[in-house]
């Protein structure tokens, strides 16, 4: 079965750069493009970016562009989410989750990693 | 991008149907077939619905349907149970990706 594990959360002072992770099984990781979302606390879904299934593409929100960087290693069968100039509004829950086939938009999601901005 | 505009809380008792609007800012969701359903439980990950406006995964009841008319897509629930209690979120891809700002559906 499908599964997406994150880790690398915890609490980080603003400014700071943080390296959240994604471990993929369960499926044929290199075939599909991958992607991040957050929920900040009590609040509503919100898109962080995408990766082609060879890491030729790349989509970011406005609100990260510049500071977050995804990227994958299909050795690893992981996806990566490089997080930099971090502020207290970053605070939430990030989710990895696979793109559901020929859909553009994810399927099977993780069960998160929080991530907390605090001085 | 704008998030999709979806009502705040919708309830019903069990039984009953009851559909969830998700309203695109132009005409994204017009243009477009690719708008997804989620079902979110406190504290837990989102469950994916509803694909493609219309196409239901395999384990996903058949009480949840998709549709879209213009720029509005809906997911309409038959024969709520205590079960659907949760959050629902509606998300497009039209070019750039958006979410919609979430429905609480209460089961009374």
């Known amino acids: 079965q499908v599964q997406l594990v994150e880790s690398g959360g915890g609490v980080v002072q603003p400014g700071r750069s943080l390296r959240v992770s994604c471990a993929a099984s369960?499926?044929?990781?290199?075939?599909?493009?991958m992607h991040w979302v957050r929920q900040a606390p009590g609040k509503g879904l919100e898109y962080m970016a995408v990766?082609?299934?060879?890491?030729?593409?790349?989509y970011y929100a406005d609100s990260v562009k510049g500071r977050f960087t995804i990227s994958r290693d299909n050795s690893k069968n992981t996806l990566y989410l490089q997080m930099n100039s971090l502020r207290p509004e970053d605070t939430a829950i990030y989710y990895c989750a696979r793109d559901g086939p020929g859909t553009y938009l994810p399927d099977y999601w993780g069960q998160g990693t929080l991530v907390t901005v605090s001085s | 991008q704008s998030a999709l505009t979806q009502p705040a809380s919708v309830s019903g008792s069990p039984g009953q149907s009851i559909t969830i609007s998700c309203t695109g800012t132009?005409?994204?969701?017009?243009?477009?077939?690719?708008v997804s359903w989620y079902q979110q439980h406190p504290d837990k990950a989102p469950k994916l619905m509803i694909s493609e406006v219309s196409n239901r995964p395999s384990g996903v009841s058949n009480r949840f349907s998709g549709s879209k008319s213009g720029n509005t897509a809906s997911l309409t629930i038959s024969g709520l149970q205590p079960e659907d209690e949760a959050d629902y979120y509606c998300?497009?891809?039209?070019?750039?990706?958006?979410f919609g700002t979430g429905t609480k559906v209460t089961v009374l």
């Open positions: 132009s005409t994204d969701i017009s243009d477009y077939n690719y």
């Open positions: 998300g497009s891809y039209t070019g750039t990706y958006v």
């Open positions: 369960g499926f044929t990781f290199r075939n599909y493009a």
């Open positions: 990766m082609s299934y060879d890491g030729s593409d790349k």
